[in-house]
């Protein structure tokens, strides 16, 4: 079977995530696409409010053969949670020849991927980790923030982006959220290229972030697997990503789950998606990128994107990054989202969309 090249699965594409991904991708094309999921009633309802040809398959990520997407040129992964679904997307997009975006995937998926790089970078084939909102978008925000900077005050010292979103997400984004926890839970920052370790309390803190109607924040440093690159591309820069909007709930159920049930990951998952959607229906959905780079001569530039509907921007993340691959604009091999697209264009696109930035240039 040959693929046509403007066909595109998208993986979970009746859920939260996925309904946004079609509808978006709809927009941009003209594309074909292929809503694929468990269940076909809602996966129909959907493409029924869609222009432009479309298809319905029933699918099971885990249960699948890799023949099922050869004729799509693109596998767009929606489904959860992303450390068991994503190695099986990514298994199918391989035998398919096709590429690959993966709204989750993280290290876990870039490490199993790290030996195929080269191949698919040959082959002009592209692979896009994390191309969701956070990480995902954080990472081009990130960039940008750091090039409008520099065009403002010239080279820059250092970057620090405070980051977080609250919401009534899905169990399967708890489980991740708890595969992280045991996973690569690190507190510190980059520091001229190089990974410092921190103990934790020295990696919390206050923050006020006048575009939250809770400005008064408490921070915490931590490893992120997608700011890697930059840290190592940049290594005149210190960086340092914070994590904000975790509530007291929250913050409870990440520590009693890291000191309590390691071997009951199913509980913490549960404990943590109680635990969210509390706070979230207590405080309001909210999600925030806030970067501050300051330059070497003192000045320092902010800017700042803040959005209520996060479900609305992960999957207008990832319709956008499926784009840009489609486009031809995406860089082939196997990158994250930061390292895979242009971060000015990438960001002009979203803001054709209503994705609105403020900046300052103290």
């Not at 978006?24 to 009633?41: Q, T």
């Not at 099986?88 to 790089?117: K, N, P």
Request: charged letters at 20%; proline letters at 4%.
């Amino acid at each position: 079977m040959v693929a046509d090249k403007g066909k595109i699965a998208v993986l979970g594409g009746s859920g939260d995530i996925g309904r946004v991904v079609c509808a978006e991708l709809a927009r941009l094309g003209p594309y074909r696409l292929v809503i694929a999921g468990r269940n076909r009633g809602p996966a129909e309802a959907l493409a029924a409010t869609l222009p432009g040809e479309t298809e319905v398959r029933r699918f099971d990520v885990s249960t699948e053969s890799g023949d099922a997407f050869r004729d799509c040129a693109l596998i767009v992964n929606c489904t959860g949670p992303s450390w068991r679904t994503g190695p099986l997307a990514a298994a199918m997009a391989l035998h398919a020849g096709a590429h690959l975006v993966d709204v989750g995937g993280y290290s876990l998926l870039m490490g199993e991927l790290a030996g195929r790089g080269s191949e698919l970078e040959a082959a002009g084939r592209s692979f896009v980790l994390s191309a969701g909102w956070m990480p995902g978008l954080s990472e081009v925000f990130v960039r940008h923030a750091l090039e409008r900077a520099e065009d403002a005050h010239g080279p820059a010292d250092s970057v620090v982006l405070y980051c977080g979103a609250r919401d009534t997400w899905s169990l399967t984004s708890a489980e991740d959220m708890v595969w992280h926890v045991f996973s690569e839970l690190r507190f510190g920052w980059f520091e001229r290229g190089v990974w410092r370790d921190r103990p934790v309390w020295a990696s919390c803190g206050a923050v006020t972030l006048p575009a939250l109607p809770d400005a008064r924040q408490q921070v915490t440093w931590m490893y992120n697997a997608p700011s890697r690159p930059l840290a190592e591309e940049r290594h005149d820069l210190s960086l340092r990503v914070g994590l904000v909007l975790v509530g007291p709930r929250c913050r409870f159920a990440l520590a009693f789950s890291k000191l309590f049930l390691s071997r009951r990951r199913k509980a913490a998952a549960a404990m943590l998606h109680g635990a969210i959607r509390r706070d979230a229906e207590r405080r309001g959905p909210m999600g925030i990128l806030h970067a501050e780079v300051r330059s070497r001569s003192g000045r320092t530039f902010r800017l700042t994107l803040a959005e209520a509907r996060n479900h609305w921007i992960t999957g207008l993340s990832a319709a956008h990054a499926a784009h840009a691959v489609m486009q031809g604009l995406a860089r082939p091999g196997v990158h994250y989202l930061g390292e895979a697209v242009p971060a000015r264009a990438f960001m002009e696109s979203l803001a054709a969309c209503g994705v609105a930035c403020t900046e300052d240039a103290a």
